[in-house]
């Protein structure tokens, strides 16, 4: 079984910045995309950013410009560095990974347990 460990939540003012981190435990032998979504109370989840392992990004259009994705390749850890910190980023923020445990099983998506980001005003 493969375990998504988020870490960096937390309660900041508007303006403010935290980085959370994402990194994975169990056997596997490959990860492909990596990525950060977040789910708001009475919202649906929606993708704040991805990044492939080749480095290539993308952003919501809401985040482009504040956020930062990024990812060690060597320890397959993805970060986000969220700056510039609205109240509407306010959201439980999940990390997701399409992981190929062995090489007779498909590419699977695990996603962490979430962490909360409060933005205050």
């Known amino acids: 079984q493969v375990q998504l460990v988020e870490s960096g939540g937390g309660l900041v003012q508007a303006g403010g910045s935290l980085r959370l981190s994402c990194t994975p435990s169990g056997s596997f032998i490959s990860i492909n995309n990596m990525g950060w979504y977040r789910q708001a109370p009475g919202k649906q989840r929606d993708v704040v950013a991805t990044?492939?392992?080749?480095?290539?990004?993308n952003y919501a259009d809401s985040v482009k410009g504040r956020f930062t994705i990024s990812r060690d390749n060597a320890k397959n850890t993805v970060s986000l560095q969220a700056n510039s910190l609205k109240p509407e980023d306010t959201a439980v923020y999940y990390c997701?990974?399409?992981?190929?445990?062995?090489?007779?099983?498909?590419?699977?998506?695990?996603w962490g347990q979430g962490t909360q980001v409060t933005v205050s005003s």
């Open positions: 997701a990974a399409d992981v190929r445990r062995t090489t007779f099983v498909p590419v699977y998506r695990y």
């Open positions: 990044i492939t392992s080749g480095g290539s990004t």
